[in-house]
């Protein structure tokens, strides 16, 4: 692990490690240690792919080693510990949710230790690490009052067990403060949009016509004056009146003819007038 900075060599050191504890030879096979030793070469080789960014191998290491920690009963910290591991490749991969789910299952073997007189640093630091992951996937989800909450948590573990100068206590109050700047920023933000459109109904709905029965008649009437009638009624309505003015004048001897003749133009006018009503009423 030393030699991560050369990741060739580190890969090959680590691949005679995990051979050798998986050896046949005697003295490797009858080692009460041999399953904790073979846990913690995986873990190892899950840290160099995660660090050579091959998140997918990684995990696969990974859940070798839960398999061999829960079936061998590991110290609660080393189970811990491997699902803190599985987190940060969830949330590497983009799987945030199962990234939270690792977090407390992590959560729940640490709770464990809560009965002892004394956390040892090592929980502690594994507590406080599991509640700023959960911050940090919660706010990957966009729920900011959890991701608020977790980082608070830990800064309260952090500040009181760790001291008010250590890394992580000034890791989550940093945290703390960037998110308290965007909820503010973002609510103000919520808080314009929502008085715009509020203003903008105001107007729209200012802006309608108020119509009266006056000036509903007034617009009828105006468009009555406007409109034309079809020339066939103008042509009849001309010849009916040239028609009975030369009746005046002419003697006619069919008169029921005539008035057979004038009774149709009436009745013509008289529909044009009726149709003129229907359209206009």
């Not at 890791?171 to 103000?188: A, G, M, V, W």
């Amino acid at each position: 692990m030393s030699t991560l900075d050369k990741p060739k060599h580190a890969l090959k050191l680590l691949q005679q490690a995990e051979h050798l504890l998986q050896s046949e030879e005697p003295s490797i096979k009858s080692s009460k240690n041999k399953k904790n030793l073979l846990a913690v070469t995986l873990n190892n080789l899950a840290c160099y792919y995660k660090s050579v960014k091959q998140p997918n191998v990684s995990l696969s290491y990974l859940q070798k080693v839960l398999k061999i920690e829960i079936e061998n009963f590991s110290e609660p910290s080393d189970l811990a510990a491997t699902y803190l591991n599985v987190c940060a490749i969830f949330s590497q991969l983009g799987k945030h949710q199962q990234a939270i789910s690792s977090c407390f299952s992590a959560i729940k073997y640490l709770k464990g230790y809560e009965n002892e007189e004394n956390f040892s640093e090592k929980i502690l630091n594994s507590l406080v690490v599991a509640n700023y992951n959960l911050g940090v996937e919660y706010e990957y989800l966009q729920k900011f009052n959890k991701a608020l909450e977790f980082y608070t948590q830990g800064l309260n573990l952090a500040y009181d067990g760790l001291g008010p100068t250590n890394s992580l206590t000034l890791k989550l109050r940093d945290c703390i403060e960037n998110l308290n700047k965007h909820t503010n920023s973002l609510n103000s933000f919520i808080n314009s949009r929502r008085e715009l459109r509020q203003q903008r109904k105001i107007a729209s709905s200012s802006l309608g016509p108020i119509k009266t029965a006056s000036k509903e008649k007034e617009y009828n009437l105006k468009c009555y004056k406007e409109t034309h009638l079809p020339k066939i009624y103008n042509k009849a309505q001309r010849k009916l009146s040239v028609d009975l003015k030369d009746s005046q004048y002419e003697e006619i001897e069919d008169r029921e003819l005539t008035i057979n003749k004038y009774s149709g133009l009436r009745k013509f006018s008289n529909a044009i007038d009726r149709l003129k009503n229907l359209i206009y009423q």
